[in-house]
Each structure stands twice: as C-alpha cells, then as structure tokens.
C-alpha cells in the first residue's frame, strides 16, 4: 500500500514519484559519471555525451521518433515557449494565427495570449462539449483561417484522450502547423511520431516516473545544433542527470507501459465503482476514451475544498481548481465543459499511479465517501 505520512498519493495527474529505477541512474550520473558533456577532452565528458545520447534513443524510441529531433527542456512550459518561439519568427506573416482549444493546459493558454497581447498572434478558440469531447468538424472548419493549431494529447483534469492523429492529418494537409502537449499522454496514450510528425511535441519528465526540470521539445523544424544546448555559438551546460532520468524513465514506459495501463484501467473503474455505490448522486466528469488512470468526479453538495481539507494526511488528490488563501476560483476547463455550477464547486480529481494498489484504492474510496458525506452532513445542519 503506497500510504505515507502524507497519506494514499492519488494525485498521479500533478507530479508522479520517481521511480526507483531511474533514481538510481540518476544519483549515479550526479555522483559517479558526473561529466560535463561539454567536456569532451577526457573520458568523463564522453561518458556523459555518451548517456545523453542513449537517452536520445530512448525518448526517441518511445515515440518512434527521429533521435535528431529531439531536444531536452527544463520541461513542457520550456519546451511549450520554445515551440512558441519558432512559429512566431518563422510565420510568414504577421501575426500568427493561432488556434487553440479552451481546455488546453494553462502553459498553452498564457503562452498564445501572451503573444496576442503584444500583438503577435491572434486567437480562435475551439470550444469542447459538456464531456469535455471536441468537434474534428469545428477543427477542420477553422483551418483556412489559422497557421498554428494546439491541441493536447489528454487533459490533465478530466483524462480526456484526444483525437491528436486525425487533427494532424487534417492540418497538415491544409498546410497548418501543429503543436501537441502531450505532458499528461506519453506512454499512456498511443502516439507514434513516424506517422504523425507533429511540427511541436512537448513533454515533461516528471509525469512519468522521471525527476522535476527535465523535458523535451520533438520537432523537426526546430532542430538545434545540438540536442541538449541553446541555440547560438555557446552550448549550455546540459542537466545530464536529468536527461538520464527522462531517457531510463521512457525506457521503461516502453517497456512496461501497455502492462500498467491495463492494470490501472481496472483499478480506475474498482474506484468509480466504490464511490458510485457509497455516494447518492455522483457525477462522472469527461468522456472516454480517458487516460486509464483518471477518476474525476463530482459530489454535489460537498464543495470539494472541504472534502480537500477533510482527507488532508489521508488521501492526496486535488480539487482542479485554482485555490488562493482559501477563495476558490473554478478550473477553466470545468467553466468550458459548461458544467452546472455545483458540478464545478464539487469537483474532485484522482489520478492512480504506477505504485497504486488495489488496497489503496478500497481504502481511498472509503475514506473520500466518507468526507463527502460529512461536509454534506454539516452542510445541512449549518443550512437547517
């Protein structure tokens, strides 16, 4: 049972643990192989070059990409700035049109509206349906207007997978570029960069068993002079132990990836059975298909930053809204869905993991009822 001093962690959407597997490469590469692969006048720079690149093959790999596409970031609001970057100097005019669905991650979202603001880029917005679903219909329909379309892989609230392979194709032959987050979808969700070719591909280490500050940017208009360093005469220092980390941690997504994503699938549907049976009136947010370890519900009557405060120590999962000193403002992709204003204020997210158990989530289950009935409870005799 993964329970600690901070209780069950089912919050797998907001950072995942590293794995011990890539711990230890990791640990190794600061201490032991700690070479600056810039450095390639001794053997302990090769050495570290050498790992960079074998963690190029393993990212690479995962994704069946071109290893000379890859580049490592400090993670995907980096790599999301990057992309930015390029198709804003690259555009052949001015500004870039951009579109970009109402629920992608915020990294999307202040990014476009940033260049909007200073004039570089202009906005058309995708909306969702009430299952959080997108229209390929709506997509094709804005193509002739836009030069640049974002769409996630999966969203990072509610799981929903999306249909990244056929906009691409859509775009691509309407001669439009096309950014894909796929932060919260690599190695759960199936995406092959053979066939789809998408101009911006961006991800994060730290969802996927890897450290914190590591991620990459895929692209093959947007190739540097070399994977790990900026752009320009003087190539940065490159976090080699990170990028270790992020290549060991792909390794095992494609190792092990198809076996764990079934594993959590059923233990995803044991969780909404649970609570389904011990809370009246549960509201399942999203449509299928989702990422296989997303639970995101709805208890009306129980706002969800008291059940929050009631299962703190206990179970770790997140409300999905952004919280400042205790004012709750709700998730900009729960307004999109245009969810009834109690769905919203109830909402709850819980993200299995790679080391959830089927202890874990009986006991979950049981103690997240339990807190939605109490905050009722009180609720009601406050109100009566």
Known sequence: MTESTGGIYLDHHATTPVDPRVAEAVMRHMVEEFG??????????????????????????????????????????HAIELAFSHALGTAEGSPLR????????????????????????????????????????????LLPEIDLLCLMAANNEVGTIYPVAKAYELAAAAGVAMLVDATQGVGRVPLD?????????????????????VGALISSVYRAENNYGLSGSHAATPNVPGIVGLGIACRLMSEEGAAEEQRLRGLSALMRAELRAAVPDLVLNGSDPRLAGNVHISAPGAPNDLVVARLRNEVAISTGAACMSGAQGASHVLQAMGL???????????GLGRHTTREDVLHAAQRIASAIASVRTSLERHNA
């Open 36 to 77: 600056n692969a810039n450095s390639v006048d001794h053997v302990h720079g090769e050495r570290a070059a050498a790992a960079i690149e074998a963690a190029t093959d393993a990212v690479a790999d995962l994704l069946s990409a071109d290893p000379a596409d890859v580049r490592f970031t400090s993670g995907s609001t």
């Open 340 to 350: 009834p204003q109690d769905v919203q204020e109830s909402a709850l997210r819980i």
């Open 98 to 141: 951009v579109a970009l669905s109402r629920v992608e991650h915020p990294a999307v979202i202040d990014m476009a509206r940033r260049a909007e603001r200073l004039g570089m880029a202009t906005l058309r917005w995708i909306d969702v349906a009430p299952d959080a679903s997108i229209d390929l219909n709506r997509i094709e329909g």
């Open 193 to 213: 960069l053979s066939e789809t070719p998408f101009d911006y591909f961006v991800f994060s280490g730290h969802k996927i068993h890897a450290p914190k500050g």
